[in-house]
């Protein structure tokens, strides 16, 4: 089996247990953006199942095999399932990329840091870095951990979505210095 074959066994089988799992149509609902639309994912039952975060970790690995990447990681709380997943199945595959998360805003206790997964004396100072996302819509999620993460001093080197809605977000990316690659779209949902 080829490796484009390979690839595309596994988005179909994503797509399946995205489907059976953290995807509903037909009624409107209200989104995280604002906005509302009749497609609505929830990912956290996808992410939290063992072949779904297998599946994500590894397309995404994929995606990201030729960057020279030190950490994957993004916002608090759509990050923190996909970051952990691609750092665990990387150490597997002999390819480790430590993961770290963002806070949405700093603890009032401890570090009181907003970045997170980092060990003690360690930055983000001069380290390449991918932003992952469970679901796009407007991107403003991911433009936010990669704000604070170049404020840290990484090189945010792209940002990796698992679905991208497709309203705009690729456009809001650019205007914001970054590449968004999406693993699925909503339409290999409809």
């Known amino acids: 089996m080829s490796a484009d074959s390979t690839e595309a066994a596994k988005k179909a089988r994503l797509i399946d247990i995205i489907k059976q799992r953290s995807f509903r149509s037909g009624r409107e609902v209200k989104l995280a953006s604002g906005r509302t639309s009749t497609y609505y994912f929830n990912m956290k039952p996808t992410m939290l199942d063992a072949e779904g975060a297998h599946l994500i970790a590894s397309l995404i690995l994929s995606v990201i095999a030729d960057k020279n990447i030190d950490l994957v990681g993004g916002l608090e709380m759509g990050a923190v399932p996909i970051a952990s997943a691609v750092s665990a199945v990387s150490h597997a595959v002999n390819a480790p990329v430590n993961a770290f998360f963002v806070r949405k805003q700093a603890k009032e206790h401890g570090t009181k840091s907003l970045i997170e997964g980092l060990p003690e004396g360690d930055s983000l100072?001069?380290?390449?870095?991918?932003?992952?996302?469970?679901?796009?819509?407007?991107?403003?999620?991911?433009?936010?951990?990669?704000?604070?993460?170049?404020?840290?001093?990484?090189?945010?080197?792209?940002?990796?979505?698992?679905?991208?809605?497709?309203?705009?977000?690729?456009?809001?990316?650019a205007a914001a210095g970054l590449t968004l690659t999406p693993i699925l779209t909503l339409e290999d949902f409809k």
């Open 125 to 173: 100072k001069g380290k390449r870095v991918v932003i992952v996302e469970d679901v796009t819509t407007t991107g403003g999620s991911a433009i936010k951990a990669a704000e604070l993460v170049r404020a840290e001093g990484a090189e945010v080197v792209g940002v990796v979505t698992v679905v991208d809605r497709q309203e705009g977000a690729g456009e809001a990316f």
